[in-house]
């Protein structure tokens, strides 16, 4: 074993003094010359191709350097993208506005990849720079980069389609590590301190599709056309339309407009850009708002009917001369307002048109960008020009209405975490007996489940109470609107028959029936719960 130890060190000395009198003897250039050679000599014989990606370029930061960190990450923290690692370790990190924890690629370590049946593999390469002189950015202490190795016969089929996805990949998952925002245009078109005229805050809604109380039929055909809009880049492109979809939300107040959107964001993990028209001027500021919103967005307008005057023309259109002037939608007199008009709500200096309005949702301006969807909310559709809904600029109507018996399903689990299991038949049909005849909104039910979300049992009976009180109002109103409308028939066959003898008569009789009619269904009502 001495003789060993001894052996050993006189190679290191060999080595040694043979390593200086190299450097002595043979010039740097040459040594530099001969190093490259032999580079040269070992690629030929080589069967790979070796890329390097380093972090910064020149002075720059290099973006791709970044993509590649985001998605190895993606890769190292996944047990089923059939990735596999030469090491157990891995280095943890959670980016600014991020909530989410994200591994990445320990220094100097190699993870393999596939890509299209092709195996590549990856490594980290951690190196100390050396001592920089003076510079006007100072750099890192450490250099880093990633060196790709590709098989030769490989290399011309994938290296540019894999360095694409990996691309498309880091922003896919920065947008989802990072907290969605809410925008909002400010203030009569001014600017914030870096000259944009949004302001926005983080979105941290919590609704989702899972949580959302509409029938699940309808729920899932809304999810599928979201995810087809989403994927759709190639159809798009191919069939020469705008990245861009257009969604009408209507109904009655507390039905879940704001909840729907709120579930299409976070199905997506889009931006939301919430525009309130009274606050913009001109159909110009329109345009520039657009061209401010970016990509993979929803730019939402909620109760449109009540924000500038966007009303039917075809009913608008008989009630005078005065809005004859709006027969055409390209002409820009829609929505103008007019002096000393009691109607108008848009203000004195709110000039937004209908014309302008169309084009920023289905005009050239609206192909500013891609992957936008337009969401609008009203609660009178037929309050709204038919320019505005027809297709290419409101794709899909979304009727949001009163609860049915499946919505009341999922909100049951939502408030009580009741399965359909947990309730008895009986309170089961009964539920299902007056639920549509209610009307009950799905908020007005919720507030009934959350006030008594500690009892079950009493919830239930609670909400079955309310809904029989107002199937039973709800009822009455409709008769009586129906004893006004037969009255009001039978107030105009009196004034028609009027100047025939025993005309008015016959009609006085009618009404009275009527009346007797309506005071017996009232009083078979009042019997009823």
Same mark, same amino acid.
């Given at each position: 074993?001495?003789?060993?130890?001894?052996?050993?060190?006189?190679?290191?000395g060999?080595?040694?003094?043979? !390593?200086?009198?190299?450097?002595?003897?043979? #010039?740097p =250039?040459? *040594?530099?010359?001969? /190093?490259?050679l032999f580079? @040269?000599l070992?690629?030929?014989f080589s069967?790979?191709?070796?890329?390097?990606?380093?972090?910064?370029?020149g002075?720059n930061?290099?973006?791709?350097?970044?993509?590649?960190?985001?998605y190895?990450?993606?890769?190292?923290?996944?047990?089923?993208?059939?990735?596999?690692?030469?090491?157990?370790?891995l280095?943890?990190?959670r980016?600014?506005?991020?909530?989410?924890?994200t591994?990445?690629?320990?220094n100097?370590?190699r993870?393999?990849?596939?890509?299209?049946?092709?195996?590549?593999?990856?490594?980290?390469?951690?190196?100390?720079?050396q001592s !920089?002189t003076?510079?006007w950015?100072?750099? #890192?202490? =450490?250099? *880093?980069?990633?060196? /790709?190795?590709?098989?030769? @016969?490989?290399?011309?089929?994938?290296?540019e389609?894999?360095?694409?996805?990996?691309?498309?990949?880091?922003?896919e998952?920065r947008?989802?590590?990072?907290?969605?925002?809410?925008?909002?245009?400010?203030?009569?078109g001014?600017?914030?301190?870096?000259?944009?005229?949004?302001?926005?805050?983080?979105?941290?809604h919590?609704?989702?599709?899972?949580?959302?109380?509409?029938?699940p039929?309808?729920?899932?055909?809304?999810?599928?056309?979201?995810?087809?809009?989403?994927?759709g880049?190639a159809?798009?492109?191919?069939?020469g339309?705008?990245?861009?979809?257009?969604?009408?939300?209507?109904?009655?107040p507390g039905?879940?407009?704001?909840?729907?959107?709120?579930?299409?964001?976070?199905?997506?993990?889009?931006?939301?850009?919430?525009l309130?028209?009274?606050e913009?001027?001109t159909?110009s500021e329109?345009?520039?708002l657009l061209?401010?919103t970016?990509?993979?967005?929803?730019?939402?307008?909620?109760?449109?009917?009540?924000?500038?005057n966007?009303?039917?023309?075809?009913?608008?259109?008989?009630?005078?001369?005065?809005?004859?002037?709006?027969?055409?939608?390209?002409?820009?007199?829609?929505?103008?307002?007019?002096?000393?008009?009691?109607?108008?709500?848009?203000g004195?200096?709110?000039?937004?048109t209908l014309?302008?309005l169309?084009n920023?949702?289905?005009?050239?301006?609206?192909?500013?960008?891609?992957?936008?969807?337009?969401?609008?909310?009203t609660?009178?559709?037929?309050?709204?020009?038919?320019?505005?809904?027809?297709?290419?600029?409101?794709?899909?109507h979304?009727?949001?209405?009163?609860?049915?018996?499946p919505?009341?399903?999922?909100?049951l689990?939502?408030?009580l975490g009741?399965?359909?299991?947990?309730?008895?038949?009986?309170?089961?049909?009964?539920l299902?007996?007056?639920?549509?005849?209610?009307e009950?909104?799905?908020a007005?039910?919720?507030?009934?489940?959350?006030?008594?979300?500690?009892?079950?049992?009493?919830?239930?009976?609670?909400l079955?109470?309310?809904?029989?009180?107002?199937?039973?109002?709800n009822r009455?109103l409709?008769?009586?609107?129906?004893?006004?409308?037969?009255?009001?028939?039978?107030?105009?066959?009196?004034?028609?028959?009027?100047?025939?003898?025993g005309g008015?008569?016959?009609?006085n009789?009618?009404?009275?029936?009527?009346?007797?009619?309506?005071?017996?269904?009232?009083e078979?009502?009042n019997?009823?719960?």
């Amino acid at each position: 074993m001495k003789e060993l130890w001894t052996t050993m060190a006189s190679l290191m000395g060999v080595l040694a003094f043979s !390593q200086t009198l190299l450097h002595t003897v043979v #010039p740097p =250039e040459l *040594r530099f010359a001969f /190093l490259k050679l032999f580079q @040269r000599l070992f690629n030929c014989f080589s069967s790979y191709c070796y890329y390097e990606i380093t972090e910064i370029d020149g002075v720059n930061t290099n973006e791709l350097y970044n993509a590649v960190q985001l998605y190895l990450s993606s890769s190292a923290s996944s047990s089923t993208t059939g990735t596999t690692s030469s090491s157990n370790r891995l280095s943890l990190t959670r980016g600014l506005n991020s909530s989410a924890i994200t591994f990445g690629l320990a220094n100097n370590d190699r993870l393999s990849d596939v890509f299209n049946g092709v195996s590549v593999l990856w490594e980290h390469n951690v190196t100390p720079r050396q001592s !920089q002189t003076f510079s006007w950015r100072p750099l #890192p202490e =450490e250099k *880093r980069g990633f060196t /790709l190795r590709i098989n030769k @016969r490989d290399q011309p089929g994938i290296l540019e389609q894999y360095l694409e996805f990996i691309t498309d990949k880091a922003s896919e998952i920065r947008r989802k590590n990072q907290d969605r925002l809410l925008y909002t245009n400010s203030r009569g078109g001014s600017l914030d301190s870096r000259g944009h005229p949004w302001e926005s805050v983080p979105f941290k809604h919590p609704s989702t599709f899972d949580t959302l109380a509409m029938d699940p039929i309808k729920k899932r055909e809304i999810m599928c056309d979201l995810r087809d809009f989403a994927d759709g880049q190639a159809f798009y492109k191919r069939t020469g339309r705008a990245w861009k979809r257009g969604y009408l939300l209507y109904g009655p107040p507390g039905t879940g407009k704001s909840s729907m959107i709120a579930a299409m964001a976070n199905f997506l993990g889009y931006d939301i850009y919430d525009l309130e028209l009274t606050e913009v001027n001109t159909n110009s500021e329109l345009r520039k708002l657009l061209m401010k919103t970016s990509s993979k967005s929803i730019i939402v307008i909620e109760d449109i009917d009540c924000s500038i005057n966007l009303t039917n023309r075809k009913k608008s259109n008989g009630t005078g001369a005065r809005n004859d002037s709006v027969s055409d939608t390209r002409s820009g007199s829609p929505g103008i307002p007019i002096p000393g008009d009691p109607d108008n709500n848009n203000g004195g200096n709110n000039s937004i048109t209908l014309s302008g309005l169309l084009n920023f949702t289905d005009g050239l301006w609206s192909c500013c960008g891609s992957e936008r969807i337009f969401v609008f909310t009203t609660n009178h559709i037929d309050k709204l020009d038919p320019a505005l809904l027809r297709s290419g600029r409101m794709d899909m109507h979304i009727h949001m209405s009163y609860c049915s018996f499946p919505s009341l399903k999922i909100l049951l689990k939502t408030y009580l975490g009741c399965e359909p299991g947990d309730i008895s038949p009986d309170v089961s049909s009964d539920l299902a007996a007056v639920i549509d005849e209610a009307e009950m909104t799905p908020a007005d039910i919720s507030e009934v489940l959350i006030k008594n979300r500690r009892d079950n049992d009493k919830a239930l009976r609670e909400l079955l109470e309310v809904l029989r009180k107002k199937k039973t109002v709800n009822r009455r109103l409709r008769r009586r609107r129906l004893v006004a409308e037969v009255e009001d028939e039978a107030e105009e066959k009196r004034a028609l028959d009027s100047p025939k003898e025993g005309g008015g008569g016959a009609a006085n009789g009618g009404g009275d029936d009527v009346e007797v009619n309506y005071k017996k269904s009232e009083e078979e009502d009042n019997g009823i719960d």
